[in-house]
């Protein structure tokens, strides 16, 4: 298994471009979700999906679009990009919550920069 | 709503010294309290979890106890390594909700 991929890396946009973050997840999770890491803020959460075709906002969702056609794919749109969205972005997979609790996997991170 | 709150760092021990982070949590119902540790240049990755009032949960040296009559889930680690410098996460979950919430992150450096 190769848990929780994230691509790009790295990325520098100016401000204004559009870029897509992409995420991918081969433990066959239902949840996953996307986060922003701040100094200081620790993890936001942007959005979220419990399934495929299902998608709801998170805390901080203002200018960031997902979609989930597939149970393995969640990826995340900047439609403008803005120097306030420079951040390190994680993705996260995990199966259903329940009263066992559920343990999320992460992803390596895509750190942004808009300039 | 739902929130976790723990100590803010930086927090800087010399090796072997006892460590404890703290953790409160506020819940309308019986969430499930996890660790999660951030290496440098990583994601998260679970530490521990408990489920329910009492429970322990252990890993790596690591502990903590879900209290819920203090509403606390502190982490405790006996004798600290220079490689437990990270970044701790204290986070929770409700079993009727679709979301984890994380505390802000504690950062952790050990000195030789």
């Known amino acids: 298994n190769a848990g929780v991929t994230q691509t790009p890396k790295f990325q520098v946009l100016k401000t204004g471009q559009s870029m897509t973050l992409q995420c991918a997840q081969d433990m066959n999770h239902e949840y996953m979700s996307w986060y922003r890491q701040d100094p200081g803020m620790g993890l936001r959460l942007i959005h979220y999906s419990v399934g495929a075709g299902i998608t709801d906002q998170g805390e901080v969702p203002n200018g960031y679009n997902v979609s989930r056609s597939t149970t393995e794919d969640f990826p995340l749109r900047l439609l403008s990009a803005a120097p306030s969205q420079t951040s390190v972005y994680f993705c996260?997979?995990?199966?259903?919550?329940?009263?066992?609790?559920?343990?999320?996997?992460f992803g390596p991170g895509t750190r942004l920069t808009v300039t | 709503g739902n929130s976790v709150t723990q100590m803010e760092g930086p927090v800087t021990l010399s090796e072997e010294a006892f460590l404890t982070i703290n953790c409160t949590y506020t819940?309308?119902?019986?969430?499930?309290l996890f660790w999660y540790v951030q290496y440098p240049g990583e994601g998260l990755q679970l530490l521990l979890k408990?489920?329910?009032?009492?429970d322990k949960g252990s890993n790596k040296g690591f502990e903590a106890t879900y209290r819920k009559e203090t509403t606390s889930f502190h982490l405790e680690k006996g004798s600290v390594q220079v490689s437990d410098s990270a970044v701790y996460f204290c986070?929770?979950?409700?079993?009727?909700?679709?979301?984890?919430?994380f505390g802000s992150g504690t950062r952790l450096s050990i000195r030789p």
């Open positions: 819940a309308t119902g019986y969430p499930s």
């Open positions: 996260a997979s995990s199966y259903s919550p329940g009263s066992s609790g559920y343990e999320q996997y």
């Open positions: 986070a929770l979950s409700e079993s009727s909700a679709s979301k984890i919430i």
């Open positions: 408990a489920t329910k009032a009492d």
